[in-house]
Each structure stands twice: as structure tokens, then as C-alpha cells.
């Protein structure tokens, strides 16, 4: 146990040294604050590490993660990140990025309980009720998986979408909402091409009277 909390402590110190042999005002610039362009909602997964994957530096994507990458209208944690990242740090793009072999997908196509995961879970399987039909014609329960995890992401960028966060941010500026799929047996992203740039993307019931603000 101790050795491998030091090692931690010890990669820690490598990669300070590393950066600093690299540039030695890397950290100087660092602290002077962050101005990025995109906002990565993902899964809590230890395999995919937003900056590894997307060959991106420290300081150039703003994070937020949670099981299976959910975007949950009361979820005060993400609305938080969300508006920080939106209204403040005036981000560019949100990607919602879920990823091939998702635990959280798999266990909610199940009906094994889990203790208190399982209110988490239930946004999934709200997802998975609303294609059922189309989920239930694929036999191939990891090819199912699949095609969840893939509609997960779908309806999570809609979630976005229905936000008044995004919504105002829409009546000022572009904002741009993506919907990716990470495969970790191959290293690849795969754009889901969901289109939300605007109000008009999603139905009007879920469309805020924003110029009464």
C-alpha cells in the first residue's frame, strides 16, 4: 500500500522535472490562468484520461466526469461546471465523450441492484427504454452495448441542449455541442456528428424565453 501511494509522489515529481526541462516557465504561464476552448463531459473511467487522448496540454480543455458521462438536469455538480465553463471561461465547444466498454452502460442493462449507483443508473436506462426496440433486435449483447453507449451520448447532448445555460449562451455567441464515443480497445474517437448549435435543434417545448432576461 505504501509503495504505491509513492508512487504516485514519485511520477509527480518526474513530471514536474520533465515539463520544467521542457520549458522552465512552463509552470509560470500555467499559474497565470486558463482561458479554454472546450469543456469535456466524460466518464469517471481510470481509461480515459481527456488530455492523454486528445493529445491536448494542461490548461486547454476543462473537465467535469461522472458515471457514464451523464448530463442530468439536477445535478448541480455538472450545472455548476457547466455555467463556469459557458458564462465565464466562454468556451467554444462542450463535448459529451463516453467510451466503448462502459461499466455503467453495461450494469444498466441489467436489473442487478448496486445500492445507491442504481439512481444514477436509472438515467441510462431511461435511455435504453425509449430504444428499446431498436436495442432489443441487436443479439449481440456487446454490440448492444455499443449501440447504448452510442445513444447515451446522443441524448446527453440534447440534455445540454435543454439547459438555459446553453440556451443564453446561444443568443449571444456560436456554441458548439459534440457528441463523441472513445474506443479503448483502439484509441480512436468516433464523432456521432449530433448536431446542436442552436434552439431550433431541439423541440420547442424545451426552448426558454431568453430575451425576457
Known amino acids: 500500500m505504501e509503495n504505491s501511494y509513492n508512487k504516485l509522489i514519485e511520477g509527480n515529481r518526474l513530471f514536474s522535472l520533465s515539463k520544467k526541462n521542457d520549458d522552465p516557465e512552463y509552470f509560470k504561464k500555467l499559474s497565470l490562468g486558463q482561458k479554454p476552448d472546450y469543456l469535456w463531459i466524460g466518464c469517471s473511467d481510470s481509461r480515459v484520461p481527456t488530455n492523454e487522448v486528445t493529445g491536448t496540454e494542461s490548461g486547454e480543455i476543462f473537465v467535469h466526469r461522472n458515471i457514464a458521462n451523464l448530463v442530468v438536469h439536477t445535478d448541480l455538480n455538472m450545472l455548476s461546471v457547466l455555467e463556469y465553463a459557458v458564462s465565464v471561461l466562454e468556451v467554444k465547444h462542450v463535448i459529451v465523450c463516453g467510451h466503448y466498454g462502459c461499466g455503467g452502460v453495461r450494469a444498466a442493462m441489467g436489473n442487478d441492484m448496486f445500492s445507491y449507483v442504481d439512481n444514477w443508473l436509472r438515467n441510462i436506462k431511461d435511455v435504453y427504454q ?13 454490440k448492444r452495448a455499443d449501440r447504448l453507449t452510442e445513444l447515451n451520448v446522443i441524448e446527453q447532448v440534447r440534455n445540454l441542449a435543454k439547459t438555459d445555460i446553453v440556451q443564453k449562451a446561444w443568443k449571444k455567441r456560436e456554441l458548439h455541442l459534440h457528441g463523441w464515443v472513445y474506443g479503448i480497445n483502439n484509441g480512436l474517437i468516433t464523432d456521432l456528428n449530433v448536431i446542436h448549435n442552436e434552439q431550433e435543434d431541439i423541440p420547442a417545448i424545451y426552448r426558454y424565453n431568453v430575451n425576457k432576461k
Not at 425509449?130 to 456487446?142: F, P, S, V
Request: aromatic share 8%.
Open 130 to 142: 425509449k430504444y428499446e426496440t431498436e436495442l432489443q433486435a441487436i443479439g449481440d449483447m456487446d
